[in-house]
């Protein structure tokens, strides 16, 4: 399996971006999808992440209410939509696939993903 995230850039603070993820090879519409984060010296942190078959988005508290994480199945592709942004927000922004989803609810632990993109650069300017 291969993840492609693309949609990274420089915007700055109040802006919008729309990141994608295209995946490539395995079966998409039965993986658990998530973002995730990793600013300069931390950890990579959870953002989002949507089920495969039935249960709610998860969102990590610093994005809930300006982001909203969506797929489609037949273009294989997951988006994570960003508003309101702020220079905390800057980060390389990476996109993985759960493969063992029991398609209900989503997991936020980072070690329950088993593939990953290449992320994608966001940096927010004050």
């Known amino acids: ?9 420089l ?3 109040g802006g919008s971006l729309r990141l994608s993820c ?3 090879g395995g079966t998409f519409s039965r993986y658990g999808m ?3 984060r990793q600013a300069p010296g931390k950890e990579r942190e959870f953002v989002a992440a949507i089920p495969w078959r039935w ?12 982001s909203t994480i969506s797929r489609d199945n037949a273009k294989n592709t997951v988006d994570l939509e ?3 942004l702020k220079p905390e927000d800057t980060a ?7 493969k063992d989803s029991s398609g209900v609810g989503v997991t936020k632990r980072l070690q329950e993903y088993d593939y990953w993109g290449q992320g994608t650069q966001v940096t927010v300017s004050s």
């Open 92 to 98: 390389a922004y990476y996109c993985a696939a759960d």
């Open 82 to 84: 960003m508003n309101s």
């Open 34 to 36: 998530g973002w995730f």
């Open 55 to 66: 249960g709610n988005t998860a969102y990590a508290d610093s994005v809930k209410g300006r």
């Open 22 to 24: 295209a995946a490539s």
């Open 1 to 9: 399996v291969q993840l492609q995230a693309s949609g990274g850039g």
């Open 11 to 13: 915007v700055q603070a």
